[in-house]
């Protein structure tokens, strides 16, 4: 099972499930059409590892809401700037095809 889905109808974009956020995050391996900043990716789907980190912001009626982590070897680093439940600890990732 994957980690990382890549997305069919757009160069590069892969998405993984964020357990803090409880929703899909997207990230680009390659120059693409989507704004979104490149990462550097191991190429394993299984057990991924992406760099440099990786801060997803977005507002809600509350608040502002911040997700920041890294991805190493299949797991998700969050640090302690995220604004959710899981801020500073580490999870493993969780297979797209079981959400």
């Not at 990382?4 to 892969?14: A, I, N, P, T």
């Not at 920041?68 to 801020?87: M, P, Q, V």
């Amino acid at each position: 099972m994957a980690k990382l889905e890549k997305q069919s109808d757009k160069k590069g974009m892969y998405l993984f499930w964020c357990p803090g956020c409880k929703c899909a995050h997207y990230i680009a391996t390659a120059k693409n059409d989507c704004g979104f900043p490149v990462w550097n990716w191991n190429g394993d789907n299984e057990n991924p590892t992406v760099i440099p980190s990786i801060k997803v912001t977005y507002p809600t009626p509350e608040k502002m809401n911040i997700c920041h982590s890294f991805i190493r070897n299949g797991k998700i680093e969050y640090l302690s700037d995220c604004t959710h439940e899981l801020a500073g600890k580490t999870v493993d990732m969780i297979d797209i095809d079981d959400i």
